[in-house]
């Protein structure tokens, strides 16, 4: 069976991709599942997918722990534990990363023992984050390594996955992912089906008794609020909203009122300021602002802020 699993971030296309491979798996004769998994429905959030292939019915369930392939579309999310990009990971699972960086460069960082694939990161972006074709590139270069499905039933799957959008969008997303199939020619079939360990060779972790606690001590110790101030949540951002001083009315009740996470405070002059450590990027308060004073800028072209 092969396990594949795919990381990105929300607005990426993870879940359509997922979907794609998992359709151009089916139009090969396989047994498919797919699915994805949500943390916070956040644009800029991590998300993964997960797709499990058998030539017979699979009676697994759940989210894939071992995988054989684990692609990452967003080469910062690696450094994001919460991600759990390297859960599972072993000498047997293939990485293919969507990065500038050179593999080498990779198994420095992460420290790991598999096979390292890179699939070239588009260029000239200003918000590479969210480009709307990553999903599909990175799903063409899953289709390649794993050497079982052909470039007609990728296609196939794609038209099929994206059936109401408009032709043209249509043709460049098979355009990226025929691109990306060809750009790991060289890995074709890198990916092998893992081996399900038999219930016999099931060993028992090595579990740490500990004593009961009474209930006073057990329960949970939260008595205040503000303690998720702790979870830098910013770091999901692609793009942040910055106000524009000259043009903003000092209406904050509307933008500060409005943000789902109360990042946005208020100055005594009435002037709002933005929480970029816990600010998620979703733009509403882009939205909802009257005199649109607030523009969204990519967050690697964001100035750095001045040191308090």
């Known amino acids: 069976m092969y396990r594949i699993r795919f990381h990105g971030r929300g607005g990426q296309g993870i879940k359509t991709a997922s979907r794609v491979l998992g359709t151009a798996f089916f139009l090969q004769d396989f047994e498919v599942q797919d699915a994805p998994r949500y943390g916070a429905e956040r644009r800029g959030a991590p998300i993964f997918a997960f797709v499990r292939a058998a030539r017979t019915p699979i009676d697994e369930r759940g989210v894939i722990r071992r995988p054989d392939l684990v692609i990452v579309a967003d080469d910062s999310l690696p450094g994001v534990p919460a991600a759990g990009v390297l859960e599972g990971l072993d000498a047997h699972t293939v990485l293919l990363i969507n990065t500038h960086e050179t593999p080498e460069t990779w198994r420095q960082r992460l420290n790991l023992a598999g096979p390292i694939v890179v699939l070239p990161a588009a260029g000239g972006a ?146 709002p300021e933005i929480d970029y450590d816990h600010c998620k990027g979703c733009l509403v308060c882009m939205a909802v602002c009257p005199p649109h004073a607030i523009e969204a800028v990519p967050e690697h072209a964001a100035q750095p802020e001045a040191p308090t």
């Open 126 to 271: 200003a918000d590479r984050a969210a480009l709307p074709y990553v999903g599909s590139a990175c799903a063409g270069a899953a289709a390649r390594l794993v050497g079982v499905i052909e470039r007609e039933r990728l296609t196939a799957a794609i038209r099929t996955e994206l059936a109401a959008l408009p032709e043209k969008v249509i043709d460049e997303n098979v355009g990226r992912a025929l691109a990306a199939f060809k750009a790991v020619a060289e890995h074709e079939g890198r990916v092998q089906e893992g081996v399900q360990t038999p219930a016999r060779d099931y060993a028992r972790p090595q579990w740490i008794d500990l004593d009961l606690d009474t209930a006073w001590r057990s329960a949970p110790a939260i008595h205040a609020a503000l303690t998720s101030v702790q979870v830098k949540t910013g770091l999901w951002r692609t793009r942040r909203p910055v106000i524009d001083d000259a043009r903003c009315n000092r209406c904050w009740w509307v933008c500060s009122t409005l943000c789902p996470d109360g990042a946005i405070r208020v100055a005594k002059d009435g002037r």
